[in-house]
């Protein structure tokens, strides 16, 4: 399950690049969230673990690969279909 700041993160990126690999706009990123540029690091590397997001080689372009907190999702579902 994602924490509060990585599902923020998640989303922020979502709404910003979609599933294009775009660079990352850390003056951007930082302004929306109210971070650091290494606290915006660390949530990304949390999220790389998790596989929301991805990486290229060179750690300047990032590719959202699922929008949406897996756990939650499920949660939704299953109180959705009762």
Request: proline share 0%; glycine share 2%; charged share 35%.
């Amino acid at each position: 399950m994602l924490s509060d700041r990585e599902r923020k993160l998640l989303r922020i990126l979502w709404n910003l690049n979609q599933l294009e690999w775009v660079k990352i706009d850390f003056a951007l990123i930082c302004r929306l969230t109210g971070w650091t540029e290494n606290e915006v690091n660390l949530q990304i590397d949390r999220l790389i673990e998790e596989k929301y997001v991805e990486r290229d080689e060179g750690d300047h372009f990032i590719r959202v690969i699922e929008a949406w907190d897996r756990t939650q999702s499920k949660e939704w579902k299953s109180w959705n279909y009762r």
